[in-house]
């Protein structure tokens, strides 16, 4: 095997996620309508209670549907992360995961492949939606849509591995649905993308604490600092951290000794 080869292999896997994206037009289009609607429906119903009573990053006050624009955007990539799950869920039913995961290719490397398809296919959607929002208005400094994008592909990994942690336990398609609600909506919120966490403590110390130590609030603190040009460094190294944890976990659920596959009988069962 030589480089070559893990090219094509790649490039292989992402180009089949692409053509997916690029085929299912209800994945691209039901990944923005939820967001949208967050952002111009109840984020109306917010302002009134919250109105310009938020400090974001930069030191300003702003229009609540500001504040969550970062939040919407982890939405995103956190729901893609979960569809990629289903789709790994899916290809394993059908047989064709089987015949990925025995190539000689190794696994870790298949299945990073699949997580840079998944995470690329988000970036796409978080960058319409950002179009969209600015068309309306609700606007980042021009550099911070270049600034962004390191955020969205770390925290698109990290919620993507995640994502690949929960195929590798999911064992039948029926039962996915149940599990992907169990894990977005508690992610979500008891996060920072809808409130700050002054306003959560002022709520429960309890909630504030879950939110804070939330993967997928880091996640999106990173992406609400760098969308404004900042750095945040606690949250990039959290994330990081979060990636590295779920996806030497999903690398280990894959392995056909210890995880999934002994489950399902082996690779060829």
Known sequence: MNILHYWRAMWGIIGRELWRFVTQRERFISALVRPLIWLFVFAAGFRAALGLAITPPYETYILYEVYITPGLLGMIQLFNGMQSSLSMVYDREMGSMRILLVSPLPRWFLL???????????????YVFLGIARAYEIEAPWQGYLWVLPALVLSGLMLGALGLLLSSFIKQLEN??????????????????LYPLWKLQESSELLKNLA?????????ELIRFALYGQFNQAAFIYTLCAFIIFMTAAIVGYNPSKGMMARKGGAGG
């Open 176 to 193: 996915f649905a149940g599990v992907m609600n169990f894990v977005i909506f508690p992610m979500f919120f008891m996060s920072t993308a």
């Open 112 to 126: 990073l492949s699949k997580l840079l398809a998944g995470t690329g296919v988000s970036i796409v959607q978080a």
């Open 212 to 220: 804070q130590y939330n993967p997928f609030s880091q996640a999106v």
